[in-house]
């Protein structure tokens, strides 16, 4: 212990003084906080061929110096040894208007600045970054990257919705009476009901949709839509649709007789529009305009923010993103990109939560990206929501995804105020519906589940997924990591951890394995004192097993399948082997059972081919049906005095030549099968004097038997 204690400290003071060598590398001063971020591996990043490869604005270049400096707003002459027509601040100027810029001022001061060059080229660009990053004056430079909405028009009605006679109040329930809500297939799939049964959302919770704007006079938005506090980083109309589309899902107002709902019937959605009507697509966005919007949004307060653009689409780094997530201290919800691209994570962001896009038949929609970098999936395609001019229609995409995130990231925080982003994104993470299409593509595994979300009955916590059972107890579900060797915790996120193991349920019957195939060792803490049904299950690689030391029962096919294992530390508390436990562990040679196991039933050891030994119990009571069926390599058994049944229980045992029974009188229920197909046994020993009462025994009476 006191190695491996030493060790820990050796390593953690090496890490300390990799991280402050690094630091000192990236910066020398300490008032300089900024370019100590920009380290060589991040300057690697931001410099990388690929990232050039997406689409940019022409003739403009963002740049970081590593000093303030002042410079005249347009230029007369070259500046850091490029042709500057123009110069403008990058960063946000006040909280009211994150775009001010004292136009009569004809200087500019700041270490972040927007350069238009003389060339308005791409080329022009590409040609001023090779002259700055090697100036020792500039932290990085790079592009002004261009980006677009993740949905489109997926047609269907548009129609405006004609309202229906309203509720009483006493009427009023969880599902509620908007007319189009049987067509949101997507509030159904991720149970909305359920959850709004226990919240439907709150005012209090500001949510800010970063989009093509809204049409804030929409009749089932107008209620939820605060366009005061807004911001219009272009022309504020939502020409488009999209963003009005997405905030229809956050928040179309609930049972009040119009269209639809959204996830909340109650909430603050901010419109800040970062979507340019003027680009070519009428839609597009940029590096500057993202940052500049989470900037305002967390100057003006907002909790949740949703982001339905390209922005993290395929893996590209882009700083400013990065800079704008960092800053904003709330979550971000962005669309995961529609381009079917499998990228890792780009952004080593807390706060931020990324959305594929799932089918009505929990699949994964053929256009979207999935892979490390991605959350969980929602519904995206063929939603229903509004559209402007009191219109609704459907659309599909990423875009559709992550606004049914956002809305449950809302809900949550009007129902649990107190969570953080941490708290809300492994909860959205840890209760997701497990789809089996789905594994491996997202962090999750699976779709968002708001009943699951609100109620905390299944969780993650890094790689582990449980679920509560009461008080602060918890089973741990699954393992998620990578390691061959698995050491669960004894305690998990506060909950202390009794269990392991997949309640049964509608998706689960009969339980479920807890951890992957490829793991080949599994070490439990003695706190478990409970195992679900099917715990391992056909895992083929798994070798080796130490038990908790307060477990007492071994339930249904614990080990079944699992052809690799050849060692079980059994717990001194063991009293009963379930059936089907040992089904089929190829691999099994001997195994000893502690003296506590009195039971042992039906084909618990059925097809163990290798066992060759085992030790009984000497308090052991029942050996239930065909419990041995098939243990062809079984050489020798004794049955203990305390033995009461022995039925069918070593059937084709076709290696066993010696048994013997330490008890004087033969167990009260033995069955005459008991040894069927045990080809080569002639001869039964007992203890002296006993001979005749075994003898006494009609289907005996074929074997020799001899008092020892």
Same mark, same amino acid.
């Given at each position: 212990?006191?190695?491996?204690k030493?060790?820990?400290?050796?390593?953690?003071?090496?890490?300390?003084?990799?991280?402050?060598?690094?630091?000192?590398?990236?910066?020398?001063?300490?008032?300089?906080?900024?370019?100590?971020?920009?380290?060589?591996?991040?300057?690697?990043?931001?410099?990388?061929?690929?990232?050039?490869?997406?689409?940019?604005?022409?003739?403009?270049?963002? +740049?970081?110096?590593?000093?303030?400096?002042?410079?005249?707003?347009?230029?007369?002459s070259?500046?850091?040894?490029?042709?500057?027509?123009?110069?403008?601040?990058?960063?946000?100027?006040?909280?009211?208007?994150?775009?001010?810029?004292?136009?009569?001022?004809?200087?500019?001061?700041?270490?972040?600045?927007?350069?238009t060059?003389?060339?308005?080229?791409?080329?022009?660009?590409?040609?001023?970054? $090779?002259?700055?990053?090697?100036?020792?004056?500039?932290?990085?430079?790079?592009?002004?990257y261009?980006?677009?909405v993740?949905?489109? @028009?997926?047609?269907?009605?548009s129609?405006?919705?004609?309202?229906?006679?309203?509720?009483?109040?006493?009427?009023?329930?969880?599902?509620?009476?908007?007319?189009?809500?049987?067509?949101?297939?997507?509030?159904?799939?991720?149970?909305?009901?359920?959850?709004?049964?226990?919240?439907?959302?709150?005012?209090?919770?500001?949510?800010?949709?970063?989009d093509?704007?809204i049409?804030?006079?929409?009749?089932d938005?107008?209620?939820?839509?605060?366009?005061?506090?807004?911001?219009?980083?272009?022309?504020f109309?939502?020409?488009?649709?999209?963003?009005?589309?997405?905030?229809?899902?956050?928040?179309?107002?609930?049972n009040?007789?119009?269209?639809?709902?959204?996830?909340?019937w109650?909430?603050y959605?901010?419109?800040?529009k970062? /979507?340019?009507?003027?680009?070519?697509?009428g839609?597009?966005? @940029?590096?500057?305009?993202?940052?500049?919007?989470?900037?305002?949004?967390e100057?003006?307060?907002?909790? +949740?923010?949703?982001v339905?653009?390209?922005f993290? $689409?395929?893996?590209?780094?882009?700083?400013?993103?990065?800079?704008?997530?960092?800053?904003?201290? /709330?979550?971000?919800?962005?669309?995961?990109?529609?381009?079917?691209s499998?990228?890792?994570n780009?952004?080593?962001?807390?706060?931020?939560?990324?959305v594929?896009?799932?089918?009505?038949?929990?699949?994964?929609?053929?256009?979207?990206?999935?892979?490390?970098?991605?959350?969980?999936?929602?519904p /995206?395609?063929?939603?229903?929501?509004t559209?402007?001019?009191?219109?609704?229609?459907?659309?599909?995409?990423?875009?559709?995804?992550?606004?049914?995130?956002?809305g449950?990231?809302?809900?949550?925080?009007?129902?649990?105020?107190s969570?953080?982003?941490?708290?809300?994104?492994?909860?959205i993470?840890?209760?997701?519906?497990?789809?089996?299409?789905?594994?491996?593509?997202?962090?999750?595994?699976?779709?968002?589940?708001?009943?699951?979300?609100?109620?905390?009955?299944?969780?993650?916590?890094?790689?582990?997924?449980?679920?509560?059972?009461?008080?602060?107890?918890?089973?741990?579900?699954?393992?998620?990591? #990578?390691?061959?060797?698995?050491?669960?915790?004894?305690?998990?996120?506060?909950?202390? +951890?009794?269990?392991?193991?997949?309640?049964?349920?509608?998706?689960?019957p009969?339980?479920?394995?807890?951890?992957?195939?490829?793991?080949?060792?599994?070490?439990?803490?003695?706190?478990v004192?409970?195992?679900?049904?099917?715990?391992?299950?056909s895992?083929?690689?798994?070798?080796? +097993?130490?038990?908790?030391?307060?477990?007492?029962?071994?339930?249904?096919?614990?080990?079944?399948g699992?052809?690799?294992?050849?060692?079980?530390?059994?717990?001194?508390?063991?009293?009963?082997i379930?059936?089907?436990?040992?089904l089929?562990?190829? #691999?099994l040679r001997?195994?000893?059972?502690?003296?506590?196991?009195?039971?042992?039933?039906?084909?618990?050891?059925?097809?163990c081919?290798?066992?060759?030994?085992?030790?009984?119990? #000497?308090?052991?009571?029942?050996?239930?049906?065909?419990?041995?069926?098939?243990?062809?390599?079984?050489?020798?058994?004794?049955?203990?005095?305390?033995?009461?049944?022995?039925?069918?229980?070593?059937?084709?045992?076709?290696?066993?030549?010696?048994?013997?029974?330490?008890?004087?009188?033969?167990?009260?229920?033995?069955?005459?099968?008991?040894?069927?197909?045990?080809?080569?046994?002639?001869?039964?020993?007992?203890?002296?004097?006993?001979?005749?009462?075994?003898?006494?025994?009609?289907?005996?009476?074929?074997?020799?038997?001899?008092?020892?």
């Amino acid at each position: 212990m006191k190695r491996f204690k030493s060790c820990i400290l050796f390593l953690s003071l090496l890490l300390l003084g990799l991280m402050i060598s690094d630091n000192i590398q990236a910066g020398n001063t300490a008032d300089n906080k900024d370019d100590k971020k920009i380290t060589p591996k991040k300057l690697e990043k931001i410099y990388h061929p690929d990232n050039y490869k997406n689409d940019f604005e022409p003739g403009t270049v963002i +740049v970081k110096l590593k000093s303030a400096v002042t410079t005249r707003r347009a230029p007369s002459s070259s500046f850091l040894g490029i042709d500057v027509k123009k110069a403008e601040e990058l960063a946000v100027a006040n909280k009211a208007e994150p775009q001010k810029i004292e136009k009569n001022s004809d200087s500019v001061r700041g270490t972040e600045l927007i350069l238009t060059l003389e060339r308005d080229t791409k080329q022009a660009v590409l040609d001023a970054i $090779d002259i700055l990053k090697e100036n020792p004056d500039v932290a990085y430079a790079q592009p002004n990257y261009l980006y677009d909405v993740e949905g489109q @028009d997926s047609g269907g009605s548009s129609a405006v919705s004609e309202p229906v006679e309203p509720k009483t109040q006493n009427d009023i329930t969880a599902t509620p009476n908007d007319p189009r809500y049987s067509e949101l297939w997507g509030m159904q799939k991720i149970n909305m009901p359920s959850a709004w049964d226990l919240s439907k959302g709150s005012a209090n919770v500001k949510v800010g949709v970063l989009d093509t704007g809204i049409d804030y006079n929409h009749t089932d938005l107008a209620v939820n839509v605060y366009e005061g506090l807004g911001y219009n980083f272009y022309d504020f109309t939502d020409n488009n649709g999209h963003g009005t589309h997405v905030a229809g899902t956050i928040g179309a107002k609930g049972n009040n007789s119009l269209g639809v709902v959204g996830v909340n019937w109650n909430t603050y959605i901010v419109p800040v529009k970062i /979507g340019n009507e003027n680009s070519s697509t009428g839609t597009a966005s @940029d590096s500057v305009t993202l940052r500049r919007a989470l900037m305002y949004s967390e100057n003006i307060g907002l909790h +949740v923010v949703n982001v339905s653009y390209s922005f993290f $689409d395929g893996g590209q780094y882009d700083i400013l993103v990065e800079d704008g997530l960092n800053y904003f201290s /709330g979550i971000v919800v962005g669309a995961a990109g529609n381009s079917n691209s499998n990228y890792n994570n780009t952004y080593n962001c807390d706060n931020l939560i990324l959305v594929g896009n799932s089918t009505q038949s929990d699949g994964k929609a053929s256009d979207s990206s999935y892979g490390e970098a991605v959350d969980i999936f929602a519904p /995206g395609t063929s939603i229903l929501s509004t559209i402007p001019g009191n219109g609704y229609g459907f659309m599909s995409g990423t875009s559709m995804a992550a606004p049914h995130v956002t809305g449950a990231a809302a809900l949550l925080k009007a129902y649990k105020p107190s969570s953080t982003n941490k708290d809300i994104k492994e909860l959205i993470c840890g209760t997701a519906m497990q789809a089996t299409a789905l594994i491996n593509k997202c962090e999750a595994d699976g779709i968002l589940n708001v009943q699951k979300l609100l109620t905390d009955e299944s969780r993650r916590i890094g790689d582990f997924s449980f679920q509560r059972l009461s008080g602060h107890e918890i089973t741990i579900t699954y393992y998620h990591g #990578s390691n061959l060797t698995v050491i669960f915790p004894s305690v998990l996120g506060g909950y202390n +951890v009794t269990e392991l193991g997949t309640p049964p349920s509608a998706q689960f019957p009969y339980g479920a394995p807890v951890v992957s195939t490829a793991v080949t060792h599994v070490i439990m803490p003695d706190s478990v004192n409970n195992l679900g049904v099917c715990t391992f299950l056909s895992r083929t690689s798994l070798q080796y +097993v130490y038990l908790s030391a307060n477990l007492n029962y071994l339930p249904f096919s614990t080990f079944n399948g699992c052809s690799s294992l050849t060692d079980v530390v059994l717990p001194n508390n063991l009293e009963t082997i379930g059936t089907n436990v040992f089904l089929d562990c190829t #691999s099994l040679r001997n195994i000893t059972l502690p003296n506590s196991v009195v039971t042992i039933q039906s084909f618990a050891f059925d097809g163990c081919t290798s066992l060759q030994q085992i030790s009984l119990s #000497s308090q052991l009571r029942e050996i239930w049906y065909a419990a041995f069926i098939r243990c062809s390599s079984l050489q020798s058994i004794t049955i203990p005095s305390s033995v009461e049944r022995l039925e069918f229980a070593f059937p084709d045992c076709s290696s066993l030549d010696n048994v013997r029974f330490m008890g004087a009188n033969p167990p009260a229920y033995f069955t005459s099968d008991t040894f069927d197909g045990c080809r080569l046994l002639s001869t039964i020993y007992v203890p002296w004097g006993a001979s005749a009462r075994y003898r006494s025994l009609q289907f005996l009476m074929p074997y020799r038997i001899v008092e020892i």
